[in-house]
């Protein structure tokens, strides 16, 4: 038995034999082209098999994401200017397969030299042109294997194309040898449910056939195992799939312990949805989305009936709503903001209101309006938060507009580092772990290479996250945690064990979290809290809780 | 010739499915559509990876331009669309 580690996508465990992606076939040495006209249509008709095949998977596909990504696969593989390089290719003396690997090789250096997100495209590309080279040598294209058996499937990454069309029955797990946590895979798998493990070396040395376990938390992978140890996973697996179907109610540990269960809305429409996911209140309103793309800011009325309907979906409950979070990175027509060189780091969030403080002058006295005419338990808090100043002042105009509760939200190690004093102004905090990571280890959000350094397991960041619960403890008030890291379900025991006393994520992550912290006694967390923080990475973190 | 300058509002950029919705509704204008970034060369706009590799974000300003009869509907429409968030609106076959 041999263990690799990668890097965890999607939770969960699966076991079973190993098996490959189909192999792509090598290409043929150049061959001449006699009949210039026959072979641009040979080519031209391999890319639209490969179009064809994309979108009848598509249609067959169940899941709107999966159907999008591989319309948008078809896309590439249907380009103009692609068909129009082949055919150049072809006229200049070059075989229909070599004119699609050479058309498909220039896209591929434009995708890599550009990094980030494009990077992670290349695969898809790859993917296109091993297709289109399969059917024009006559091949079979390259997928997934259909061993009418539960398997493991292992490739260096999987495209769009193949993730479509696993069958669950049969494919129980993911395991890519490339691929970051936003690739592709990733974001593919966590739609399907299919536990996930990328960026695991040595997968592809493995041979076919071999028995293996993934655990989609920790991204460790264990091969060469007894078909008692695969079958002692999957008995693991469909326990916690049932502890999940089953689970219901109020979040809590399985001694009693409370951690409030709260769901991220941006619409009346997302709270409907909240409600009847069994979620105990919304922990974030994000109110941006009516600001956006706006000329003009939108008046007291139709701001009134924006809230009230969010609050009215959520009567009798608590409704966190964040006033409104924009400036710099998500500029806002009407607050007519001049470039800035360092937008995440500029006048945004609460710091809009020290040159427009009539703009959130009016939204507070938006909610405080929609407030009054339902009966949810309404809450307000402030995005972006520094000082113990800037929560005061904020704190003091919620109170002004009539609001009984006013928080800031953690989203800058500064506001973390002095928690206990901002809960001395202040009713409750809420922890934003995005902004709070990206802050934290100065990489930006939006570039894709840095995603280790935000990773919601770095200790680092644990450590802010247990200063804010040790000061929610000291003062008895309401520490909350939203964004990514409350919706990994390996996580919650360690935030309750923090002194998180709620979490808010999207709907269809609450269940796992509910069940995953009903599975642990109270002291259980607080022992995990104090292993994970004195662990050296995120990867000893995700092992000690496993 | 007409053009229109825009900037990108879908908040992943003009990536996956706001370039997809854009390249369809380029492909679709009864006249050829030519989009650009800053310094770089002009791409055109019927074409996903051209349009791919332009790397636009949010908040990124491209110039579209196009010429002959209905150009100006065209370009119009087409930098209407640019400007939405087409991440935040509901997938058409959803």
């Keep these: 038995m041999a263990e690799l580690t990668g890097i965890g996508v999607s939770a969960g465990l699966a076991g079973g034999p190993l098996l490959r992606i189909a192999a792509v076939p090598a290409l043929p040495e150049p061959a001449p082209v006699a009949d210039t006209a026959a072979e641009v249509e040979k080519a031209f008709a391999a890319l639209a098999e490969v179009v064809a095949d994309l979108g009848r998977r598509a249609d067959r596909a169940t899941d709107a994401t999966v159907a999008e990504v591989l319309r948008a696969e078809a896309m590439m593989a249907d380009d103009p200017m692609l068909r129009?390089?082949?055919?150049?290719?072809?006229?200049?003396?070059t075989d229909a397969v070599h004119a699609i690997d050479a058309a498909f090789a220039t896209h591929r250096a434009a995708f890599e030299a550009a990094?980030?997100?494009?990077?992670?495209?290349?695969?898809?590309?790859?993917?296109?042109?091993?297709?289109?080279?399969?059917?024009?040598?006559?091949?079979?294209?390259?997928?997934?294997?259909?061993?009418?058996?539960?398997?493991?499937?292992?490739?260096r990454d999987l495209a769009p194309a193949d993730t479509a069309d696993l069958d669950p029955q049969q494919v129980v797990g993911l395991i890519t040898a490339d691929g970051g946590p936003t690739s592709h895979t990733a974001i593919l798998a966590r739609a399907l449910g299919l536990p996930a493990v990328v960026s695991c070396k040595g997968i592809l040395d493995v041979e076919d056939g071999t028995l293996v376990t993934l655990d989609g938390t920790t991204g460790v992978v264990e091969t060469g195992v007894s078909a008692e140890a695969v079958d002692a996973v999957r008995a693991k697996a469909s326990e916690a799939a049932k502890a999940i179907a089953d689970s219901s109610g109020p979040g809590r540990t399985s001694d009693g312990h409370a951690v409030a269960l709260l769901a991220n809305v941006g619409s009346g429409k997302d709270a409907t949805a909240a409600a009847s996911a069994d979620a105990e209140g919304v922990g974030l309103f994000r109110t941006e989305l009516l600001f956006l793309d706006r000329t003009r800011e939108p008046g007291l009325d139709e701001q009134v009936a924006a809230y009230r309907e969010v609050f009215a979906a959520m009567a009798g409950r608590r409704v966190v709503i964040r006033t409104l979070d924009a400036g710099a990175d998500k500029p806002l027509p009407f607050l007519h903001q001049d470039g800035e060189p360092n937008p995440a780091l500029g006048v945004r969030g609460l710091r809009i209101a020290r040159q427009r403080p009539d703009v959130l002058t009016t939204q507070l006295a938006a909610i405080a309006q929609a407030a009054i005419q339902t009966d949810a338990d309404v809450w307000v808090m402030a995005p972006m938060v520094s000082t113990v100043a800037e929560a005061a002042e904020f704190a003091?105009?919620?109170h002004a507009a009539g609001l009984p509760k006013a928080g800031v939200m953690i989203e800058v190690p500064a506001a973390a580092l002095r928690a206990e004093k901002l809960l001395g102004v202040v009713d409750f905090l809420s922890i934003g772990t995005n902004d709070l990571s990206q802050y934290t280890f100065a990489a930006d959000r939006q570039v894709g290479t840095l995603a280790e350094l935000l990773d919601p397991w770095q200790p680092a960041l644990l450590q802010l996250i247990a200063a804010c619960g040790a000061a929610g403890k000291a003062t008895g008030k309401s520490?909350?945690?939203?964004?990514?890291?409350?919706?990994?379900?390996?996580?919650?025991?360690?935030l309750a064990g923090l002194g998180i006393t709620s979490l808010s994520m999207s709907a269809r992550a609450l269940p796992a979290v509910r069940a995953s912290l009903a599975a642990h006694t109270l002291a259980e967390c607080e022992r995990l809290a104090a292993a994970v923080l004195d662990a050296e990475d995120p990867a000893q973190a995700r092992k000690l809780v496993s | 010739m007409p053009t229109r300058t825009v900037t990108v509002g879908s908040a992943s950029g003009l990536h996956a499915r706001p370039a997809a919705l854009f390249v369809q509704a380029a492909a679709a204008a009864p006249v050829k559509v030519t989009i650009q970034v800053g310094e770089k060369r002009a791409v055109p706009a019927n074409s996903m990876l051209s349009v791919l590799s332009l790397g636009a974000k949010k908040g990124t300003e491209v110039v579209l331009a196009a010429e002959g009869d209905g150009a100006d509907e065209a370009l119009d429409s087409l930098a209407d669309l640019l400007a939405r968030d087409l991440d935040a609106e509901e997938p058409a076959n959803g």
């Design chain 1, 115 to 155: 990094g980030g997100y494009l990077a992670e495209r290349v695969a898809d590309l790859d993917d296109l042109r091993n297709r289109a080279v399969a059917v024009c040598l006559g091949r079979p294209m390259p997928g997934v294997p259909q061993p009418g058996h539960p398997y493991v499937l292992a490739a």
């Design chain 1, 396 to 398: 003091a105009a919620v």
């Design chain 1, 479 to 494: 520490v909350g945690v939203c964004g990514e890291a409350a919706s990994d379900p390996a996580l919650a025991p360690v």
């Design chain 1, 84 to 93: 129009e390089a082949v055919q150049e290719g072809i006229e200049g003396g």
